[in-house]
């Protein structure tokens, strides 16, 4: 196969409850409708040993450090049984979440250390790193309300979820920033506006790309 019949790598990002797995699916479709084949899938999970340490980063306590070990853990599973390959048939791969998130909530959010982060990165998946990257941004009262709905319509939340102290500032912040070194790979997206206007503006964003 040649090297142009390579895939496109395509990743979503924001804070929890910016809205972001509302329009994955619309996403998904829009690119088929441009005539690619789509794998949509996940992070921390998207292979069966992921999902399992999902399960465990998701709910169990430990240390910040254990945490970030365990997501490039999934990650490095994740991309040689699902992304490579799938970038190698031709394929995009729409990912909900990916590195960006490492360095958002272990670095940003935990205080990991942005060069222990690049080594593991660097070590899991070397070149293998989103084409784009689509923020969806909210500021804080919003992601803080959705959130406190969700809660009171009874879903459990998870332990990034139930973080306090500025945790949520500090992963924004880490994703604007990241989204500011690298204009040419993300676009950011206004998610606090009608999920129809958001859905206007992800269009855009692929016809445009
Ligand atoms: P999320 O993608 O928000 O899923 P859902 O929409 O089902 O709630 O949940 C995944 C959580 O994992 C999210 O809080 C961010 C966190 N996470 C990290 O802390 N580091 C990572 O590297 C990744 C991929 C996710």
């Known amino acids: ?18 809205g ?23 992070e921390p999970g998207g292979t069966p040993l ?4 999902r399960e465990l980063v998701l709910h169990r306590p430990m240390t910040h450090d254990t945490e970030t070990l365990l997501v490039f853990a999934a990650r490095r599973e994740h991309v040689e049984q699902v992304i490579r390959p799938a970038l190698a048939r031709g394929a995009w791969v729409l990912c909900d979440r990916y590195t960006d ?4 909530y272990q670095g940003g959010g935990h205080g990991v250390d942005r060069a222990r982060i690049d080594a593991l990165a660097h070590w899991v998946h070397g070149d293998c ?36 102290g500025g945790f949520a500032e500090r992963v924004r912040a880490a994703y ?10 993300f676009r950011i997206v206004d998610s606090t506006r009608p999920p ?14």
């Not at 797995?21 to 996940?42: E, F, K, L, N, P």
């Not at 992921?50 to 340490?53: C, P, S």
């Not at 604007?176 to 790979?185: C, F, S, V």
């Open 1 to 18: 196969m040649s090297p142009s019949a390579r895939g496109r790598f395509v990743t979503l990002e924001g804070v929890d409850g910016a």
């Open 20 to 42: 972001k797995s509302t329009h994955v699916a619309y996403i998904a479709d829009a690119i088929r409708a441009r005539g690619h084949r789509v794998v949509t899938t996940r």
């Open 50 to 53: 992921g999902e399992a340490l």
């Open 101 to 104: 998130a490492s360095h958002a």
């Open 129 to 164: 790193t989103p084409d784009l990257t689509i923020l969806f941004d909210v500021p804080l009262a919003v992601s803080r309300e959705r959130l406190a709905r969700a809660a009171g319509e009874g879903r459990a939340l998870d332990r990034f979820e139930r973080e306090e």
């Open 176 to 185: 604007l920033e990241r989204a500011g070194a690298e204009p040419a790979r």
């Open 196 to 209: 129809a206007e958001v859905r206007a503006a992800l269009a855009g964003i692929l016809d445009a790309w």
